[in-house]
RNA sequence: GGCCCCUUCGACUAAUGGUUAGGUCACCACCCUUUCACGGUGGCUGCACGGGUUCGAGUCCCGUAGGGGUCACCA
């Protein structure tokens, strides 16, 4: 049985990146039938932030990522929260300092800033120098006694070889070392994500560890310590980096990172879910739309790449505009109209529902409905300047003030209708359309791009319409 | 700097020793057209480099270069 898990730190909001790599780990789950488990690792006291955990879960139901354990749906592995089980931790680490697999340490922040400075200056690798590794029982007894802080680091073994396999990358070797005696237990009794990480894994009997390459490098550590407790090891995925355009990790300094950012800004989940999908692995040579079903179908780890990719914001709202035509405007109806009511637009469902069915093909984003579409909703106060001295000539206007009366005395105002007066006009003048189309949308939207002119008329409305040809008849 | 990982068009990727190296985004041109968008047609660019192995290498091996990650009582 397939068990494998999201382990994120509720420090804030939720990056790009892991929901990437939550999505892996839910498609992997689903593909063969396992289990997805939610485990909140909350181990560093001083980096909380409140809410996180009610935000992750949000983000997470929202991208449509579900879990079948976790905080909030139990099963037998709990708790979920790492916080809630600090003595499992130290227990395990007190196993592991009675079997010599790890020590006490008393070296203070203080010393190891020393050691840390002039090993730097040395110009040797920055460790810890192994200043408690020896100490004598008798010594470690009664300095604990006496109440000293004190750490609990893992004594890795010297002169070794650790091994072990990647899915994605395959084989994988350091030298023992190159690894520091990682502190388990900090002295303020929380164990460290190594030491935590790995009890849980284990206990909950996670299968695969998939996870981001950021960790490929403590990778070693773990494994040592699945050795010291003489457990079988998970198999490990890292998956390759998000990264910047400039190919350095994703982070906030470059743009958005965080999903509910990219929620913010009017991409729908399915749309966020799918590129981010595609960024590090392709079921496909052919096809770049995937449900969640077809992902999960043809999600395989072994196909997952190993270099980093860039998010490529500009595939992203190609792609989230294929998702808003495949939407009906029903359900775009649902994520327009609180932008419409934040902007303090009255307008009935009704007739918001006509802007979406106009725009629905030219929207990027959801916010696109209201920027791009201001004009349905109140007058233009600004004109085109380009557009408006290309088509607002003072023959245009000469014609509009012509066409104007007609306009008035339709008695149905619809597209047709409107069609037929203009092109009536044009064909009896001798004039192409466009010469009549151009300045009534510059005069009506204040704009030179939009929805065709005669259904945009339409809904805006006879009056409305009207009065705002008469006004830029004035006014330009 | 040590260690580890990576390297196919500008970006995301396909190819599992034999292809004119394919697709998508972006970009350019043309068509459609009342603008924009959609759609259609075409185009532009790519196997980092150097050695091997092989009848044959983007695919396997070695090296070089470049990029990235990581070196906490953070995850």
Redesign the pocket.
């Known amino acids: 049985m397939v068990r494998v898990r999201f382990?994120p730190?509720p420090t804030g909001f939720v990056h790009v990146g892991s929901l990437r790599t939550a999505l892996y780990n839910y498609l992997f789950a689903r593909h063969h039938g396992g289990v997805n488990v939610l485990r909140i690792?909350d181990?560093?006291r001083t980096?909380l932030v409140e809410g996180a955990v009610e935000n992750l879960l949000s983000t997470m139901k929202w991208a449509g990522i579900t879990f079948d354990e976790g905080p909030q749906n139990p099963g037998k592995y709990g708790p979920y929260v790492q916080s809630e089980k600090t003595e499992v931790y130290r227990a395990h680490a007190a196993q592991l300092v009675a079997s010599e697999k790890a020590y006490p340490c008393f070296?203070?922040?203080e010393r190891?800033a020393l050691v840390?400075e002039s090993q730097q200056a040395a110009?040797i690798?920055?460790?810890?120098d192994r200043h408690c590794r020896n100490l004598s029982k008798e010594e470690v007894a009664t300095r604990i006694a006496a109440g000293e802080?004190h750490?609990i680091r893992l004594r890795v073994p010297i002169g070794e070889l650790i091994r072990f396999n990647d899915i994605v990358?395959?084989d994988?070797?350091?030298?023992s070392k190159?690894i520091?005696d990682q502190?388990l237990i900090?002295?303020?009794g929380?164990p460290?994500?190594h030491l935590a990480n790995v009890v849980d894994d284990h206990q909950m009997e996670i299968t695969h560890v998939i996870r981001g390459?950021?960790?490929?490098?403590?990778t070693p550590k773990h494994v040592l310590l699945y050795q010291a407790f003489g457990w079988e090891p998970p198999k490990f995925a890292h998956l390759?980096?998000l990264?910047n355009a400039?190919?350095?990790?994703l982070s906030k300094r470059q743009g958005d990172v965080a999903v509910e950012d990219y929620k913010d800004k009017g991409y729908l989940p399915e749309a966020l879910v799918n590129f981010v999908a595609?960024?590090?692995?392709?079921p496909s040579?052919?096809e770049?739309i995937f449900t969640m079903e077809e992902l999960i179908k043809g999600f395989e780890l072994d196909?997952v790449?190993?270099?980093?990719?860039?998010f490529?914001k500009?595939?992203l709202d190609?792609m989230n505009s294929e998702y808003i035509r495949k939407r009906s405007p029903e359900d775009l109806l649902v994520y327009v109209k609180p932008l419409i009511e934040k902007k303090g637009y009255i307008v009935s469902d009704e007739y918001i529902l006509a802007v979406i069915k106009l725009m629905q093909?030219?929207a990027r984003t959801i916010n696109d409905f209201v920027e791009f579409a201001s004009y349905f909703f109140e007058r233009p106060t600004e004109y085109d300047e380009k557009y408006k001295s290309k088509h607002w000539t003072p023959d245009a206007k000469e014609r509009l003030r012509e066409v104007l009366p007609e306009f008035g005395a339709l008695n149905t105002w619809s597209h047709d209708s409107l069609e037929g007066v203009i092109r009536a006009y044009a064909e009896k003048s001798g004039i192409s359309?466009?010469k009549l189309?151009?300045p009534i949308?510059l005069a009506v939207t204040g704009r030179?791009?939009?929805?065709?002119?005669?259904e945009l008329l339409e809904v805006i409305g006879k009056e409305e319409s009207t009065t705002r040809i008469g006004h830029a008849l004035e006014a330009l």
């Not at 400039?246 to 990790?249: A, F, L, M, N, T």
């Not at 595609?278 to 392709?282: A, I, P, R, S, V």
């Not at 790449?305 to 860039?310: D, L, M, T, Y």
């Open positions: 382990a730190s690792e181990t560093d980096r070296c203070t922040t190891l840390r110009g690798p920055p460790m810890y802080p750490v990358r395959g994988i070797e350091f030298d190159t520091d502190v900090k002295s303020d929380y460290t994500y390459e950021e960790w490929l490098p403590s390759p980096l990264l400039d190919r350095s990790k595609l960024l590090g692995w392709n040579a052919f770049e196909r790449n190993k270099g980093g990719a860039v490529n500009e595939k190609w093909e030219r359309a466009g189309i151009h949308r030179g791009m939009g929805p065709g002119l005669f």
